[in-house]
């Protein structure tokens, strides 16, 4: 699967496999609440979205040091380049990092280097989407997005993740107009778990460029008909949907439908080393479920590059 593509919906953190996270641990001398690999691989077996993100923020302590987000993101630039990625636009969750002690800057400079230095040795261009976690206080998101000082220049946009059920989109709408002053692209998870109301209040309150997710949107008519008309985009993530408990199983994905009625779909991984593989991997699955053709998938890797930041002639170098 190496078509030309884009990444999309990707959190960095999501990409911690278990041999990194003994690693890491190893070397900054933290004690896991996991036996060994094994043990910690056994318990990637989740009933909703809370199930998952309380062990994905467990494993998040062993990233400590600037050195380790450079590692962390250098290890998946490696694995995108495998798969055919040419752009990948990078979620983080610096208030999972901030909150434990560890300053912004090494979560920045960190994943902003790795990803500098991927565009000469890998070929990948790309940026950082810095995500509010929607759980916390809208005073911390504000006060993250007020740390950033000069490094807000090393920020692509900003985004809203983690638990969706009990925290609509109005609680950030204050938030998401301070980032567009600043000049960051703006988007959003919502209608993962949420319902088709959170989408529509995204896009109203939040103005999201695209929305992370926004699968239960085919549940409202009139939404699907606005996201058609206005071109916005949805990053969707199959395998993620399944291991979540989103849907039932691949077959039953609304991938299809989403497609039939017109919106622009992106395929993406999500949180990879924990459902089950990386944007090949929800490609071949889609294929599968849906007897998708080559031309299919081809159309679903060139959405991704209109749908990114990316520049317009990186576009066209895309195209
Ligand atoms: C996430 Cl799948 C998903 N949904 C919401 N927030 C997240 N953070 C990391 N993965
Ligand atoms: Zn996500």
């Not at 699967?1 to 690693?23: Q, S, Y």
């Not at 923020?57 to 495998?82: C, G, K, M, P």
């Not at 089950?276 to 071949?284: A, F, L, R, S």
Request: hydrophobic share 45%; net charge negative; proline share 5%.
């Amino acid at each position: 699967m190496t078509l030309p593509k884009a990444e999309l919906h990707l959190h960095i953190e999501g990409t911690l496999e278990p041999e990194l996270v003994f690693e890491l641990a190893a070397r900054n001398g933290i004690a896991l609440p996991f036996a060994d690999i094994e043990d910690l691989r056994s318990r990637y077996s989740f009933s909703d979205l809370q199930s998952f993100l309380d062990l994905y923020y467990a494993a998040t302590i062993v990233l400590q040091t600037e050195a380790d987000f450079r590692a962390l993101a250098e290890a998946y630039l490696d694995r995108a380049a495998a798969q055919g990625l040419r752009h990948v636009e990078l979620f983080f969750d610096p208030q999972a990092h901030t909150e434990r002690g560890v300053p912004i800057e090494a979560v920045i400079d960190g994943l902003a280097s790795a990803l500098e230095d991927a565009e000469e040795r890998l070929g990948i261009t790309g940026g950082l989407i810095l995500c509010f976690l929607r759980n916390l206080p809208v005073e911390s998101a504000m006060a993250t997005l007020d740390s950033l000082g000069d490094r807000t220049s090393r920020i692509l946009g900003i985004g809203l993740d983690s638990t969706e059920v009990g925290y609509p989109p109005e609680l950030f709408t204050a938030v998401y107009a301070r980032a567009r002053d600043l000049g960051l692209h703006v988007v959003a998870h919502a209608g993962e778990e949420g319902p088709p109301a959170f989408v529509t209040d995204t896009l109203d309150l939040l103005r999201a460029e695209r929305i992370d997710h926004g699968i239960r949107s085919l549940e409202d008519p009139e939404l699907v008909a606005r996201l058609v008309a206005e071109r916005i985009p949805l990053t969707v993530c199959p395998l993620s949907n399944v291991r979540l408990k989103v849907v039932d199983e691949i077959a039953d994905h609304p991938l299809p439908a989403m497609i039939e009625a017109g919106i622009l779909v992106t395929v993406n991984s999500d949180d990879p080393a924990y459902f089950g593989g990386y944007v090949g991997d929800n490609y071949v699955a889609i294929a599968r479920a849906f007897g998708f053709d080559d031309p299919a998938l081809a159309a679903l890797a060139r959405n991704s590059v209109i749908a990114s930041f990316a520049s317009d002639s990186r576009k066209a170098e895309l195209a």
